[in-house]
C-alpha cells in the first residue's frame, strides 16, 4: 500500500469523522498494550480487566464500523511507532477484511521487525470471530505460506485452542521438521494437545535449536509425558543457557530474552517436583523469585528470605513471600518504612513481577523471626493454601493478575484447562463460572 493510496482514502472520509477513527485507533492500541502488560500486575484483578476488555472490544467495533477508512490510520501508526500495540490493531482491521492490499501491508512490516510485532499479530487472532481466525489458520498454515505467517498461525492456534486447532492445514509433524527453527518452536506449542503429542515431540528434546528443546520440554509436560525428569533436565539445560544470553543482549534483544527466559522460568517452576533441590545461584535474582513464586514450596522460603536483603529485588521478594504464605507483610508489621527517593542514578531496581513501585519494602530481619510453621515443605502453596482445582478458581475470580498468572499455570499442568489471563476478560469470566460449576457437580 502506498502513500497515494493512503491519501486518497483519507480524502473520502468527511473531515469531521476523520480525527474519531484515529483517535479509535490509539486508544485501540492503549487498551491492548493495557491487556498484554497486566499480566503480572500485582495490583489489577479480573475486574479491571473486563473494564479494559469492555473499551477494546468497543474500540474494535468502531474500527469495524468505520471500514476501509479504519486502515490508513493504522497503518501509519504501525509505521510510525512499530510497536506490538499497533501491530494489533493493525492486524485485527486488516485480518477482519476482504483486502488482500491490507493483509500484505501489514505482513510486510511485521516481516521487517518479526521479534517487536509478531506478538501483536497472534493476539489479534484470538479477538477476531471464531470464524475468521479458523479460515486465516488455515490459509497461513500451508506449504506455501512464509514462515512468519506460519508462526503467527501456529502461535495464534496454540493460544486459542481447539476451536482452530483443527484447521491447521498441514499435519503437526510436517511442520515441527520445518528448516526454520521458529516454526518448529511454535509447532511445539501446539503439538502439546495432539493426539500424538508425546510420540512427535520426543524427538524434538534433541533438537539443535534451544528454543524449540525449550518449547518441546514445556510441551511434553503439558501432554502428560511420563517421562518427566528427561523433559525437566532438558528445560533447566535451556534455562541455564539463556540466562546466559540475557546477560549479553542489548535493546530489545534484551527485553525479548529476559521475557523468553521468565516464561520458561515460570514453566520449570510448574514442572519441577516440590521438594526439588535445584540449584538455582547461576540465575539472576530475579528469575530466582519468579522461580520461588511458581513453584510454591514453602522449603524455599528462606532463600527467598535472603535475596530481601538485596536492595534491587528486596520488593519483589517480599511480594514472593506473601504470594506463598498468604501474609501481606504490610498489614502484619513486616515492611520497613518507605524511604524518600535519592533522586540520582543507581543499580535498575525489580519491583515485582508487574514493575509496581508500590509494593511494601519487607523487613528480613522481623520476616525471618515471622512464624510460617503451618505450612508443609515438600508441597505447593498460592496465597498461603496448598494448591488445588477450587481454590485455583478462586483465585482466578478474586486476585491480582499475577496471582492469577499462577493458578492459571497451575489448573494448566495439574488438569490440563487453559485459562489465559490475558484474554478477554469478559470471556476469562465466563470460563472460570463454568470450570466452578463443574467443579461443584463434582
Same mark, same amino acid.
Request: glycine content about 8%.
Given at each position: 500500500m502506498t502513500d497515494g493510496h493512503i491519501r486518497v482514502m483519507k480524502q473520502s472520509l468527511p473531515a469531521f469523522v476523520?480525527?474519531?477513527?484515529?483517535?479509535?485507533?490509539?486508544?485501540?492500541a492503549f487498551y491492548w498494550a493495557q491487556h498484554d502488560t497486566s499480566a503480572q500486575s500485582t495490583h489489577a484483578g479480573l475486574a479491571a480487566l473486563t473494564r479494559f476488555s469492555h473499551l477494546l472490544r468497543a474500540h474494535l467495533e468502531a474500527l469495524g464500523g468505520a471500514g476501509a477508512h479504519a486502515w490508513p490510520h493504522c497503518y501509519e501508526a504501525l509505521v510510525r511507532w512499530k510497536k506490538p500495540a499497533e501491530a494489533f490493531v493493525s492486524a485485527w482491521v486488516a485480518l477482519s477484511s476482504d483486502e488482500p492490499a491490507q493483509v500484505e501491508a501489514l505482513m510486510k512490516n511485521v516481516r521487517a521487525r518479526p521479534q517487536e510485532l509478531l506478538r501483536g499479530v497472534i493476539s489479534a487472532f484470538a479477538w477476531l470471530p471464531p470464524a475468521a481466525a479458523r479460515e486465516r489458520v488455515a490459509q497461513w498454515t500451508k506449504p506455501e505460506s512464509d514462515n512468519v505467517e506460519q508462526v503467527a498461525a501456529l502461535r495464534a492456534a496454540a493460544v486459542i485452542g481447539a476451536e482452530v486447532n483443527d484447521a491447521i492445514a498441514q499435519p503437526l509433524a510436517v511442520l515441527?521438521?520445518? %528448516?526454520?527453527?521458529? &516454526?518448529?518452536? /511454535?509447532?511445539?506449542?501446539? +503439538?502439546?494437545?495432539?493426539?500424538d503429542a508425546i510420540a512427535i515431540l520426543e524427538p524434538m528434546l534433541a533438537d539443535p535449536a534451544l528454543a524449540v528443546r525449550a518449547e518441546a520440554a514445556i510441551a511434553l509436560a503439558l501432554a502428560g509425558s511420563v517421562d518427566h525428569g528427561h523433559g525437566v533436565a532438558v528445560l533447566w539445560d535451556c534455562v541455564a543457557s539463556q540466562s546466559s544470553i540475557t546477560q549479553t543482549a542489548t535493546g530489545w534483544f534484551a527485553k525479548k530474552a529476559h521475557r523468553r527466559l521468565a516464561r520458561w522460568v515460570r514453566h520449570l517452576a510448574l514442572m519441577d517436583l516440590p521438594g526439588t533441590a535445584r540449584a538455582l545461584d547461576e540465575l539472576p535474582p530475579e528469575s530466582r523469585l519468579t522461580y520461588f513464586a511458581w513453584h510454591g514450596d514453602p522449603g524455599l522460603l528462606s532463600d527467598v528470605v535472603e535475596l530481601m536483603r538485596h536492595p534491587e529485588v528486596d520488593r519483589y521478594a517480599g511480594?514472593?513471600?506473601? %504470594?506463598?504464605?498468604? &501474609?501481606?507483610? /504490610?498489614?502484619?508489621?513486616? +515492611?520497613?518504612?518507605?524511604?524518600?527517593?535519592?533522586?540520582?542514578?543507581?543499580?535498575?531496581?525489580?519491583?515485582?513481577?508487574?514493575?509496581?513501585?508500590?509494593?511494601?519494602?519487607?523487613?528480613?530481619?522481623?520476616?525471618?523471626?515471622?512464624?510460617?510453621?503451618?505450612?508443609?515443605?515438600?508441597?505447593?502453596?498460592?496465597?498461603?493454601?496448598?494448591?488445588?482445582?477450587?481454590?485455583?478458581?478462586?483465585?482466578?475470580?478474586?486476585?491480582?493478575?499475577?496471582?492469577?498468572?499462577?493458578?492459571?499455570?497451575?489448573?494448566?499442568?495439574?488438569?490440563?484447562?487453559?485459562?489465559?489471563?490475558?484474554?478477554?476478560?469478559?470471556?476469562?469470566?465466563?470460563?472460570?463460572?463454568?470450570?466452578?460449576?463443574?467443579?461443584?457437580?463434582?
Open positions: 476523520e480525527p474519531l477513527v484515529r483517535r479509535y485507533v490509539e486508544d485501540a515441527l521438521a520445518s %528448516t526454520d527453527e521458529h &516454526v518448529r518452536a /511454535a509447532a511445539c506449542r501446539v +503439538a502439546a494437545h495432539a493426539d511480594w514472593v513471600w506473601q %504470594t506463598i504464605t498468604g &501474609v501481606d507483610i /504490610a498489614v502484619a508489621g513486616l +515492611a520497613e518504612p518507605e524511604q524518600p527517593p535519592e533522586g540520582k542514578a543507581g543499580t535498575p531496581v525489580v519491583t515485582g513481577p508487574g514493575g509496581e513501585a508500590s509494593l511494601a519494602v519487607p523487613d528480613a530481619d522481623a520476616i525471618a523471626r515471622y512464624p510460617v510453621d503451618w505450612l508443609e515443605p515438600g508441597r505447593r502453596y498460592l496465597a498461603g493454601q496448598p494448591r488445588n482445582r477450587k481454590h485455583a478458581l478462586a483465585l482466578l475470580m478474586d486476585a491480582p493478575q499475577a496471582v492469577r498468572s499462577i493458578a492459571a499455570g497451575h489448573l494448566r499442568v495439574s488438569d490440563g484447562e487453559r485459562i489465559s489471563v490475558r484474554s478477554c476478560g469478559i470471556t476469562q469470566r465466563l470460563s472460570i463460572l463454568r470450570h466452578a460449576d463443574d467443579e461443584g457437580a463434582q
